[in-house]
């Protein structure tokens, strides 16, 4: 509706993570240091939380689009299984594609000592042939106790002293509280990297909104500074609520024939979006 008006080639603040958009903050760039580092040291265990919607997501999938062939990757987005049996079989359906995965589909223990026994064996023929096995769980400050409790055991897996598994868990604030819980220390003093992604600052506002709209197709200061010192305000800073403001004032400078963005056109996406 507005590409047009504003000779966008794409919408620059959809709210779906794209890598062709993808900017680092100071804070972003040392998560992913870190994370990078960790892996290529060999480092079982890696930790990454932040408020919903500073950017886990998109930092995850620039993160995974950085890994050479040689790192096989399992991705759990939804964490609500309901045994360890469920954890473990769709850790081994992500990694192995198997064909016949109803064969797994067993919860007494013996069962459940077979799977582990197939993801071990799995684990080594990977590291014999020079590659690492990373497991990342995303919004994992919703897994149950007794999963979290697996998923530290699952740490366990050495062959001459190196991991065979590493493991990276991404959540909200509540899992870096839950992880320093008294009841929860031996598994933090395994967790050898903790990062926080933080919102971003009001510079890197300004920044973000100005990387997006060249990516879009335009190199013009659409947004006025007192729009974007708006917008950081209401934001705090947040990538996804920047997204959304600068959408609907977009829209909103779209139906007022306006060319640049201004303060007035922030505040009436504010009323919009109930933000202000």
Request: glycine letters at 6%; zero cysteines; aromatic letters at 10%.
């Amino acid at each position: 509706m507005y590409k047009e008006f504003y000779q966008l080639k794409d919408n620059p603040f959809r709210l779906a993570p794209d890598p062709r958009y993808f900017l680092f903050s100071s804070r972003a760039k040392g998560v992913f240091d870190q994370l990078l580092y960790g892996l290529q040291q060999g480092v079982g265990f890696m930790m990454v939380t932040g408020e919903i919607g500073v950017g886990k997501t998109s930092l995850l999938r620039y993160f995974l689009q950085h890994l050479d062939n040689k790192v096989e990757r399992a991705f759990l987005f939804n964490p609500m299984l309901g045994s360890s049996e469920e954890l473990i079989k769709f850790i081994l359906m992500d990694l192995t594609s198997l064909d016949d995965p109803d064969r797994y589909q067993f919860s007494n223990q013996a069962r459940k000592v077979e799977l582990l026994d197939h993801l071990y064996r799995f684990l080594v023929d990977r590291y014999q042939k020079g590659k690492k096995v990373l497991l990342i769980i995303d919004e994992a400050q919703a897994l149950p106790d007794m999963l979290l409790e697996e998923v530290r055991l699952l740490s366990n897996f050495e062959a001459d002293n190196e991991k065979l598994l590493h493991l990276l868990l991404v959540g909200q604030p509540e899992l870096k509280k839950r992880i320093f819980s008294p009841s929860w220390k031996q598994l933090r003093q395994r967790i050898a990297i903790k990062s926080e992604l933080v919102p971003l600052n009001k510079e890197e506002v300004e920044a973000y909104i100005r990387y997006r709209l060249i990516v879009a197709g335009t190199n013009e200061d659409i947004f006025q500074p007192r729009a974007i010192k708006t917008i950081y305000r209401a934001s705090k800073g947040i990538p996804r609520l920047i997204n959304l403001i600068a959408e609907r004032s977009l829209i909103a400078g779209f139906i007022g024939s306006k060319k640049k963005v201004g303060k007035k056109e922030v505040k009436m996406a504010l009323k919009d979006l109930d933000l202000g």
